[in-house]
């Protein structure tokens, strides 16, 4: 698996399920699958902890630290298989107690999650101390989405994670315009509905218990008798009021897909949501005649799909272009049906489909997830030829997590179901003809469960047949895989982290602290990469810090983190891209004492030796620091660089960053009085004059804290602070705001200051970096000057404008 770009088997092994088959295609796609749950792990804050991304890149759209709600829902079935529940229990706390999350910006099944991890990792006290954000989040969803007459919510494809469908193209607002009660966002609710009752039983509130019970009951009641079409044998969205396309064709209210509008009557509009209620259980015996499409090429099988819409629908089409759910085989929609399947299979009676039909559709996905003949994922694929075209963008589509692979393996083909008390099925829906398979160290109820099959005994060494395995004893074996029952010897709580601990080095919050220096920044890297929480060690899209280019034998980079904090280990992510950029000959670290760099004591190095695309941890005995310097003896001919750092330590809630240092003339948080900033032009987004002097420094496209001039008809345009009275001042530190597109880092600045009523340029600045560098800091320095304004007076480079997140002023 050379292919892997984390190549840290020491987490794999601490942290996941090792799995073997025969199909060596699943294989792959099964641990490249666990390296993109690392590639979207984020700590994001001290307070916050751990959440997940679903884009390489954190686009406007997404909450705080980058995360989005639709793919929350596969991405806790995956995450809640993780050895150590750390960093689900956090990513469900983030919802709710995370400034700038969005659990409701689109549709997602928060609560049947946090039930989902909790089958895996029981905490009673912790669901528990859960269940009130769980339910406000659902009431938040009644309020705005609940129809009353018809006892049901209402969605829009868009923000059901579905964009331009075959019913919005039906309306005026092709991306928007399809308000409707939709399969899969009311099966979610459903699901939500059911947890909370679950939860509700585990707190014995029974009141609370039967209401859910009964939303959960309603629900199910109206998928079944008003979204399923008797005639077709689907279920479809029925629309939530009337719609006009452009051309005046009328879909009335509350009819399904083509009973009404320009193609009424047409036998086709299945689209794959369709299947969305099996993924939860959700429809009684007598709807599974609606599989019978799936496997079908006149419907949704494709040697790269299933299509989201039928082949011969009027609205059938492919693009090249984002984001078209009318037939492009989408990775969210295909692990939805998959986890359908494999429930039809385990709980269903029913012939509609097979267990060959399941290794099909799995095979099919896992070599789906593919690219120059290498494991990868974007957000859409042609069905009939496995290409990403058209949804496969730069800096944002690589390796994209928004949909789940490994919890059908462990659920489905492997076929551990959770449940909620001491026993639990295992119903593999591997083949009968594979000769082998082995999962092992699957967590679940505070046990280690292991499951074997050998058909002739000499592959695994445990003999012949089908094994069970709870803590390495053997409870069950049988003659051939097939579903067995068994009882845990206990159920155990899996209890909390403690002590806390945090990671004091990272900074997505744009505190002044922690900071970051370094002896050389190579360009199209960023120091703000390595404290944004995220280890990535592709090159592209580039998530780093390096010294490539700098010539010098050794490099230095130093991190103050504002204040001395209690220290132990340190986690350094090093670069090795074969390319320029490897793994150091060695490093040393040091921390300031008595007014000079002193090696920290008692080092504990794991690897010894520097090692590249892992984890480099050092561990010491605990000890008060505040900067840390490391430096690297650059490979020959190289440079070094890390992906991130990690400065771990005991904590206390609520973490409260350092103050900034004094003296900094432009620094307003409230931005009352003065100082003031106001600019020549400002974008219309939301990047304003006055968020560069607010202290805080953020390069990430979300959340908004900056300034440009996107959209500025000037070739020059100015950024002033006006200070109210005089100030002497010597230095201007710009942290220049770089989205590498309409917002790149300016040709060159000239900086003014107001003589009585005329502007004067400043004179002999000295600029470091000598070249401006987007995403970090440029400062400039001259004589001592005296005004009450001061203006930074950017020259454009070519159609792109220029932008801040902040400016000093010292």
Known sequence: ???????????????????????????????????????????????????????????????????????????????????????????????????????????????????????????????????PDLVKNFKGWEARHWVKEMNMFWQTGHDDGMEFNINSRQTKDILRGDRAFRPSFNSYMWADATALAKISAL????????????????????????LW?????????????????????????????????????????????????????????????????????????????????????????????????????????TAQTLKAMGNLLQFYEQDQISKKDYLTVLHTFAISQRKDGKPYIAEALNPDDGSWRGHDMRNRSEHYFHSSFNDQIITGLIGLQPASDISFVIDPLAPESWDYFAMESIPYKGHMISVLWDKTGDRYGAGKGFHVFIDGNKPKSTQSPRKVTIALPSVQEVPMDKPLRFNYAVNNDGDYYPRYTASFIA?????????????????????????YGSKQKQDWLVCDLGEARILDTL????????????????????YW???????????????????????????????????????????????????ELQAWGPGRLPYIPPRPPPGNMAFNPTNKGYPKATASFSDRYGGVAKSTI??????????????????????????EVDFGKEKVFK?????????????????????????????????????????LRGSSENTATFAPQTSTRIRVVFTHKGKARSGLTEIEVR
């Open 731 to 771: 230095k201007v530190v710009l942290h220049i705001y770089d989205d590498h597109g309409g917002v790149q880092t300016p040709s060159s600045y000239t900086i003014q200051t107001l003589k009585g009523t005329e502007w004067t340029d400043v004179q002999n600045i000295h600029k470091s970096p000598a070249e």
């Open 571 to 590: 986690k350094l992510y090093i670069i090795d891209d074969g390319q320029g950029v490897l793994a150091p000959r060695s490093f040393t670290c040091e």
């Open 229 to 333: 079409d008797s005639k077709r044998n689907f279920f479809f969205p029925m629309s939530s009021r009337e719609e006009t396309d452009k051309e005046g064709n009328v879909v009335k209210a509350h009819t399904l897909t083509y009973q009404s509008g320009k193609f009424a009557g047409n036998p086709h509009g299945r689209e794959l949501h369709g299947y969305v209620p099996w993924a939860f259980n959700i429809p009684d015996p007598g709807f599974a005649v609606a599989w019978q499409y799936l496997m079908d090429p006149e419907y949704f099988y494709a040697p790269f799909g299933p299509r989201t819409t039928e082949v011969n629908d009027p609205l059938y089409v492919l693009k090249t272009g984002c984001c078209w759910w009318s037939g492009q085989s989408w990775p969210f929609a």
């Open 1 to 131: 698996m050379d292919w892997l770009q984390n190549q840290d088997f020491d987490w794999y092994k601490a942290n996941i399920p090792f799995m073997e088959t025969p199909d060596k295609e699943i294989d792959a796609t099964y641990y490249y699958r666990w390296e993109l749950v690392t590639r979207h792990i984020c700590y994001g804050s001290p307070n916050s902890g751990y959440s997940l991304t679903e884009f390489a890149n954190r686009p406007s759209w997404s909450g705080a630290y980058g995360a989005i709600a639709c793919p929350s829902g596969h991405q806790f079935n995956e995450i809640r298989w993780m050895h150590n529940p750390r960093v689900a229990r956090d990513y469900l706390r983030y919802w709710f107690r995370t400034k700038g999350a969005q659990p409701r910006k689109y549709s997602s099944w928060l609560a049947d999650s946090a039930w989902a991890v909790h089958q895996v990792h029981p905490n009673k006290a912790f669901i528990i101390d859960l269940f």
């Open 593 to 643: 004492k008595d007014e000079k760099w002193v090696a920290l004591p008692g080092q504990k190095r794991f690897p010894e030796k520097a090692e590249g695309k892992r984890a480099n941890t050092l561990s010491f005995p605990a000890l008060m620091v505040r900067k840390l310097r490391f430096v690297f003896q650059n490979a020959p001919e190289s440079g070094s660089g890390l992906t």
């Open 203 to 226: 707190d014995e509130d029974k009141e609370l218990e039967k209401e859910y019970m009964a939303i959960a009951a309603n629900l199910k009641k109206q998928i079944q008798e008003k």
């Open 523 to 547: 360009k199209g890297t960023s120091l703000s990469k390595i404290h944004d929480g995220e280890y990535v060690y592709d090159r592209q899209p580039a998530n780093r810090w390096t010294s």
């Open 694 to 719: 607010d202290g805080k420094i953020r390069f990430q496209r979300t959340p908004v804290n900056r300034w440009t001039s996107y959209g500025s008809p000037n070739k020059t345009d100015w950024l």
